[in-house]
């Protein structure tokens, strides 16, 4: 049914028609699956739109945009990785939704300034957005072509094959369809859209769809609980796909205690020109979806596949454990006047105050485990 005292929003006339195509017979649309539609049809949804929505022209900044020094730090720590492996070649080292290449090209650099002659390296880059990955691929095979590195663009992350190496997803988890489900006196009611007269309109309905994994936790009733099968699906995936080596993710999120201690409306917010929008349905195909990652469920689905944590921790803690201030040094250094310094400098510090909210979860397998 629809909920009352909510706005109205009109989608286009195209992603109107796939609310309305993909909609269970009694018109309801769960959120997850309005968020496919809305984000990632290559037609309609959000990221098949010819503007970037990174940056200042765009709807929101991703850390790779701050500096080139965060890409050097994953660069540096995967890296290290390697070493710790024993140095095996051939090796993979991948990027999974990299959208336009940003952080791409800065890791593709470094490692190449540190490839050893006889390293047999490749970079996988895995985008599903063609007009996204069309626009990487023309930017980063240069890159990785000069620095001795195979360059590939599969279609999957184990496309080929389970394989030696790292994997690296900055800012993916939070960007994946969400479900949203709502406590009640009795039980729980899934949260999606509903289309009335052509306006987009919050709905609800019981619970009827299965939840796997963990228990949904106690909420007090209006509590507004999300997380995402697709992320926790990828995690799976990485860990089939990955034969040796770790897989590092960077998102911001909590544990599940953030929606346990108090009763939530939910994290789910749509953006528009670096701006929060009041209703995540405002602006439908127009607007930027993400949601918190919950890290409880994203981790339980890593241990269930066979994964091992090598670590946990805020990413600012992370980034400095892995060198971020020497790489904001270095990049200091080479600036030509004292201007360019000062700006280096206070980017860092941009990059660990802005993104405070930031976790790292890496994985290795048995193997990996240290």
Not at 8 to 36: K, N
Not at 173 to 187: I, V
Not at 216 to 231: C, D, I, K, Q, R
């Amino acid at each position: 049914m629809a909920e009352a005292g909510h706005a109205p929003h009109r989608p286009s006339e195209g992603l109107a028609h796939l609310i309305q195509r993909w909609s269970d017979p009694d018109g309801f649309l769960p959120f997850d699956r309005y968020w496919e539609l809305a984000q990632f049809d290559e037609e309609e949804g959000y990221y098949a739109r010819l503007r970037s929505p990174i940056g200042t022209a765009g709807d929101f900044y991703t850390a790779p945009s701050v500096g080139s020094f965060f890409g050097w730090t994953i660069a540096d720590h995967l890296f290290e990785g390697w070493v710790e492996l024993g140095r095996p070649s051939p090796f993979c080292f991948a990027e999974i939704g990299g959208g336009e290449g940003q952080l791409a090209a800065d890791v593709i650099e470094r490692l190449a300034e540190r490839r050893p002659e006889s390293a047999e390296w490749e970079f996988r880059f895995v985008e599903r957005s063609q007009r996204r990955r069309a626009r990487a691929v023309e930017r980063l095979r240069p890159i990785a072509e000069r620095g001795g590195m195979q360059f590939t663009v599969p279609e999957s992350l184990g496309e080929g094959g389970p394989f030696a190496g790292s994997v690296v997803a900055n800012e993916l988890l939070d960007a994946l369809p969400a479900r949203r489900l709502r406590r009640l006196d009795g039980g729980w009611e899934e949260l999606g859209v509903l289309l009335d007269r052509g306006e987009l309109v919050p709905g609800s309905r019981p619970l009827t769809r299965p939840v796997t994994g963990p228990p949904l936790p106690e909420l007090p009733p209006g509590a507004v609980y999300e997380f995402s099968p697709e992320a926790e699906g990828f995690v799976r995936e990485v860990a089939d796909s990955l034969l040796v080596g770790r897989a590092v993710f960077l998102d911001y999120g909590a544990l599940e205690t953030h929606w346990t201690r108090t009763a939530t409306q939910g994290t789910v917010v749509a953006l528009r020109s670096h701006a929060a929008l009041a209703d995540p349905l405002a602006e439908p195909g127009r607007s930027d979806l993400s949601s918190w990652v919950n890290f409880t469920r994203v981790r339980a689905a890593a241990q269930s596949a066979g994964m091992v944590e090598r670590l946990y921790l805020p990413q600012r803690e992370a980034l400095v454990a892995w060198g971020l201030p020497e790489r904001v040094e270095e990049l200091a250094a080479a600036g030509s006047q004292e201007a360019d310094r000062v700006r280096v400098r206070l980017q860092s510090k941009q990059l660990l105050v802005r993104f405070e909210n930031f976790q790292v979860l890496e994985l290795g397998n048995e193997r990996t485990a240290g």
